[in-house]
């Protein structure tokens, strides 16, 4: 975590001279699981207790092709707790598409961000065997265990970004079964720019 903010530090004071560009902090992490076979078993952790930090700046080559002044590109650190309640790590990599809002207060901003990310967390293995009631003929597990091992994944990003009085951002992630083994996930964090 030490390590995660003097990293910020370095990086935010070696780009304070770029223009166009713009730093936000993001904190929180909180997770809504759902048709998780592996949960069925064992509650995933909802509450990440995540920092990071985000830098953007202005895309002349992008907004140039596509005739446009909002793209950014840039990335970011994220540290949380992952659903198995261990350290997680994500660092990504994007193009930012915010809009201005100016009639909708007090939504000041939305954004969508596209890109991808590399993802060194633990991930919940369980082994169970299931057996059918003879009296009632449903199925139901007689035994299972559960093993966690870390993994490293790269997998594409999409998360939209309202930001509320010019101060509070709010993320919202969508990640499908097809990009994590155990179900879906809907996340949602908090964040400020700096």
């Not at 065997?129 to 007689?142: A, F, L, P, V």
């Amino acid at each position: 975590m030490n390590k995660l903010l003097a990293l910020a530090m370095i990086l935010s004071s070696a780009s304070s001279f770029a223009s166009d560009s713009h730093w936000r902090v993001k904190f929180g992490g909180w997770s809504k699981h759902s048709d998780f076979t592996v949960y069925n078993i064992a509650k995933p952790n909802e509450d990440h207790r995540g920092l990071g930090i985000q830098y953007w700046e202005k895309s002349p080559k992008l907004n140039d092709y596509f005739d446009s002044t909002n793209f950014e590109v840039g990335g970011e650190a994220w540290y949380m707790k992952d659903s198995n309640n261990k350290d997680s790590l994500m660092l990504s990599t994007g193009i930012r598409l915010p809009y201005k809002t100016e009639s909708l207060w007090p939504l000041t901003e939305a954004s969508v961000v596209v890109g991808a990310t590399y993802h060194y967390r633990s991930t919940m293995d369980v082994r169970y065997r299931t057996d059918t009631d003879q009296q009632t003929g449903e199925k139901y597990i007689s035994y299972y265990e559960t093993d966690i091992s870390r993994r490293h994944l790269l997998t594409p990003m999409l998360m939209s970004t309202v930001t509320l009085f010019d101060t509070l951002d709010v993320d919202f992630t969508y990640i499908p079964s097809f990009f994590d083994q155990n179900g879906n996930i809907f996340f949602v964090r908090l964040g400020f720019p700096i």
